[in-house]
């Protein structure tokens, strides 16, 4: 593994490509727009140099690490001497699916093609390509940099061997692999995307305010984050698509999404990313509860 290649610019791309050049690996970003992945650099400088004023690095080591990361918007071109890529594009089936036939044709047939969804069948993923013994899961969690855990989904024709390296790759991030089956939110997201949706119906439901939920929920439950915060953080939509996913995969409708959550993102209100969502994010290190639900 000396060639990595990650499909994605955004918030988890670039953490997947921070980690990775932070544990001595070459790797190229690959978006279609250049500012996505302008801006990818410009965060991951941010981030080491937030580690830096930790003591978590020293100057020599993020400078190495920018060295080793690479960008481009040529897709064939990045692929053609990879040994591994992960895609961490948005969590959208139709995108994932045509992000992997294109990688399945220029990639070496020795290259693994790995993704970073949170919920999308590793197995139907596969499917779209030639190969799919070498197509496996590696959902990273958010903030990549920071948490430990790589949940490492096997689709029904991974080999042993693929699932082996990256299990032992994942551990030579600094990460804890940990292997589940391919059904619906994987573990992460199936126990997580739930409690998020319950907690929204019980604002929506008028139970309790933003607020409060989320005290109940960090004080009650020593969750580090309320549940309505992180759900801004993860974004609104990102949410919506995993419940729809789990909703879908398992016909129940205990999975099905809040109404308040489906109109809040046909609404444009994501949470962090639009600078709205549950709470208001005009400054940053201060959210406030958003003026629609404040009493």
Partial sequence: MKNIVVVGAGQMGNGIAHVFAQSGFDVTIVDVRQESLDRALMTITKNLDRQLTKGALNEDQKGATLSRIKTSVDLKMTLANADLAVEAATENIDLKLNIFREMDLAAPQSCILATNTSSISITQIAGATKRADKVIGMH?????????????????????????????????????????????????????????????CTLFEGTAGVDEIDTVMKLGMAHPMGPLRLADFIGLDTCLAILRVLHNGFGNSKYAPCPLLVNMVAAGKLGDKTGEGFYNYSDPKNPIVASTFSK
């Avoid at 958010?142 to 949940?151: D, G, R, T």
Wanted: glycine fraction near 4%; hydrophobic fraction near 50%.
């Fill in 140 to 200: 990273f969690m958010n903030p990549v940099p920071v948490m430990k855990l790589v949940e490492v989904i096997r689709g029904y024709s991974t080999s042993d061997e693929v699932n082996t390296i990256i299990f032992e790759l994942s551990k030579a991030l600094g990460k804890v692999p940990v292997e589940v089956n391919d059904y619906p939110g994987f573990v992460a997201n199936k126990i997580l995307m739930p409690m998020i949706n319950e907690a929204i």
